[in-house]
């Protein structure tokens, strides 16, 4: 089944070598797309909880606009549509730039406001989430509001909401597949050009689904131990198994 990966392709390559080309823009794609997306996911987030609405309101039209149009109308906008509004000179520059560049930008523009959208409303949440003496003890000592959120709330916000930041890590590596309309070669299209070559369907895109599922279990390991490194003292789930010292001893001598 997957011996077709190690044939020799009209390039004079093995189709093998197309995949992990594909993989390498796949993972450059969805890396700096995140640390995109984090930055003004973060910003936003924390605008939105903002007591001035001149702040809140621009945040919250930000994520309801990126957040709810498809990921895939908006590849295209960014790669048909967005450069025909731009200045003569920077427009032309922009569709002129040779492949991969030329689709690579765009996507990476797309995802990175798409998923920063998302991760705003994740920031949102475990800002809310904070009890209000969070901000009441900030506000006794004098903090201003930046201060405030800079090392209060944020800070702890991240540290709830890791879990949440795990889906929306393999969410951008899954999103990269719809650049793929707009002629970047990531991991899915070298799969349908090896399909396409070879006519072997099941062999090629069985092995992109397992780059795939590899991809979100290194995702899931490398967020699972953030999540254990950052969790909070005191909030590690309770079993019946693995009880507090103190707690267990209290058990043991209840009536």
Request: charged content about 15%; glycine content about 6%; hydrophobic content about 50%.
């Amino acid at each position: 089944m997957f011996s077709v990966l190690f044939e020799e392709a009209p390039d004079g390559q093995r189709y093998i070598d197309w995949l992990i080309s594909g993989l390498q823009w796949t993972v450059t794609l969805a890396f700096f797309g995140w640390c995109i997306a984090f930055v003004i996911g973060v910003a936003v987030g924390a605008g939105r909880t903002s007591p001035s609405r001149a702040i809140a309101i621009p945040c919250r039209l930000y994520t309801e606009f990126f957040r709810n149009i498809p990921v895939l109308i908006q590849m295209f906008l960014w790669y048909f549509v967005v450069p025909e509004f731009l200045p003569f000179g920077l427009g032309d520059a922009i569709k002129q730039m040779p492949p991969p560049w030329g689709a690579f930008w765009p996507a990476l523009v797309c995802l990175s406001l798409y998923t920063s959208a998302r991760v705003s409303e994740q920031v949102r949440a475990g800002i809310e989430a904070l009890p209000k003496g969070q901000r009441e003890a900030a506000n006794a000592l004098s903090l201003s509001t930046w201060k405030t959120y800079r090392h209060v709330l944020i800070p702890q916000a991240l540290r709830l909401i890791v879990p949440s930041l795990t889906s929306e890590v393999m969410g951008i590596y899954k999103n990269t597949s719809v650049a793929l309309t707009i002629g970047l070669l990531e991991l899915t299209a070298q799969a349908r050009q090896i399909s396409e070559a070879t006519f072997q369907t099941f062999g090629a895109f069985a092995s992109a689904t397992l780059i795939y599922l590899a991809l979100a279990l290194v995702t899931f390991l490398i967020m699972t131990a953030v999540e254990y490194a950052v969790r909070i003292p005191g909030q590690e789930p309770v079993t019946g198994r693995k009880l507090p010292r103190k707690l267990a001893l209290a058990q043991e001598l209840k009536p």
